[in-house]
């Protein structure tokens, strides 16, 4: 009878073991076998009564007041304490009731359990990504500020740099002002100036003209003025033949002759100096001008028996001012009996183009030597001047009034000389119509 009960214990404690491991309830600890004494429960003798029978009663006691203490540990021990009692007491209804109770409380903690640490988990998850969430916006924050910082810093430059630029206009619009004054002021000084050159020169060349008009005056002209006091003085004092006499009053009429034309080209000469060229153009007859001169010029040729020949058939008209063009062939033909020796050549003669008619004035004299030629139309007075061969003095002043008539009536002149072979001068004068 004892190894029945012990049997039948013996099995039920395998099958609630059989039940925990398949997911129903737990094993039996050990623990509560030695603090219950199942082993003494069970070889007890039957008058005894049973420790799980206060187990039974105290232990709903416990379950209670865990319930109330809202406590999960005491309300596990005492359903798993009945359970065991239970089954202890070989009422496995009861023991499988409390033994479900103690599964489903069991898990209960133990999914609680793990909730928590799954939320504990999730807390540090949240707690770390909130952590970098936090990290994340102070770096954002970080670079806001950098940002705001860098935008200020930007603005502040830019507004420098416009300031820089708005004083770097206006010094410059300052120094454009400042230079436009100054240019206005430098032009105004060069007006200024180049007005004072002018004046100068003007003023120079007035002086030049009044000491070579005093030159010419007190030796050129006083000359020729002696030899004819002279020659009267030898004739008030009637010791001259008829034939002496003859030969003085030719001696008159060249020196007067040269004296007036010399007189005349100073007047004109010393006119445009001061007043300038006033040119009046007209259709005028170039030949009917230079047989006029040989009319006068025909004596000093004669006494030098120079051969005078004007070659043309047909009138030449020019545009010029006939005042002008009697200046340029007066000297140009007294140039040339001045400078032929006697029993000389001089042939004026004609040539023309289109646009132009050229008149040519062509002795056999002496020449111009080369040095003078560089001179000739640049310089006036005793640089250029020289006497004749017939020791004939001149102003110096003839070639320059010929190229600035010349230039004033719109021609141009053209020498050829050779020393010792004649000279050539060729004035080119405007057709007319």
Request: hydrophobic residues 40%.
């Amino acid at each position: 009878m004892l190894f029945n009960k012990l049997l039948t214990r013996s099995i039920c404690i395998l099958l609630l073991n059989l039940l925990c491991f398949a997911g129903f309830t737990r094993p039996v600890e050990k623990s509560f076998i030695k603090n219950y004494s199942l082993n003494a429960a069970i070889e007890k003798p039957a008058d005894q009564p049973s420790p799980y029978d206060k187990v039974i009663i105290d232990a709903p006691k416990s379950l209670i007041q865990a319930q109330k203490n809202n406590s999960q540990r005491d309300k596990i021990q005492a359903l798993e304490i009945l359970a065991k009692s239970y089954a202890a007491k070989n009422d496995f209804k009861q023991a499988y009731y409390y033994q479900v109770q103690f599964k489903n409380a069991s898990d209960s903690v133990f999914n609680n359990a793990k909730n928590n640490e799954v939320n504990s988990l999730r807390l540090k998850q949240q707690q770390e990504d909130n952590a970098r969430l936090v990290n994340e916006i102070k770096i954002k924050e970080q670079s806001i500020s950098f940002s705001k910082k860098l935008f200020w810093i930007r603005n502040v430059l830019a507004t420098i740099v416009v300031i820089f630029v708005v004083v770097i206009i206006r010094s410059n619009r300052q120094k454009t002002a400042l230079n436009k004054v100054l240019q206005k002021q430098n032009a105004d000084i060069a007006a200024q100036k180049a007005e004072i050159t002018k004046q100068k020169e003007t003023l120079h060349q007035l002086n030049h003209t009044k000491d070579q008009l005093f030159s010419i005056i007190s030796h050129d002209l006083r000359s020729p003025f002696a030899a004819i006091l002279q020659a009267m003085d030898d004739m008030k004092t009637g010791t001259l033949s008829a034939e002496e006499q003859k030969e003085v009053m030719n001696a008159f009429y060249q020196q007067l002759s040269l004296v007036t034309m010399m007189v005349n080209n100073l007047l004109v000469w010393a006119g445009s100096q001061q007043t300038g060229n006033k040119t009046q153009l007209a259709t005028i007859d170039a030949a009917d001008i230079i047989d006029e001169i040989i009319s006068i010029s025909n004596f000093l040729a004669k006494n030098k028996r120079i051969s005078l020949n004007h070659n043309h058939s047909t009138k030449k008209p020019v545009l010029a001012d006939s005042n002008h063009l009697k200046i340029i062939f007066n000297n140009l033909i007294g140039n040339a009996i001045k400078f032929t020796p006697h029993g000389g050549t001089i042939e004026i003669s004609y040539t023309d183009d289109a646009d132009y008619q050229a008149i040519h004035v062509k002795d056999n004299g002496i020449g111009i030597l080369p040095q003078k030629m560089e001179k000739l139309f640049k310089v006036t007075g005793k640089d250029i001047s020289g006497y004749g061969t017939n020791n004939e003095a001149g102003a110096g002043i003839g070639l320059g009034l010929i190229k600035q008539f010349v230039d004033a009536n719109n021609g141009r002149i053209e020498v050829k000389s050779q020393p010792g072979e004649g000279s050539e001068f060729i004035v080119y004068l405007e057709k007319a119509g």
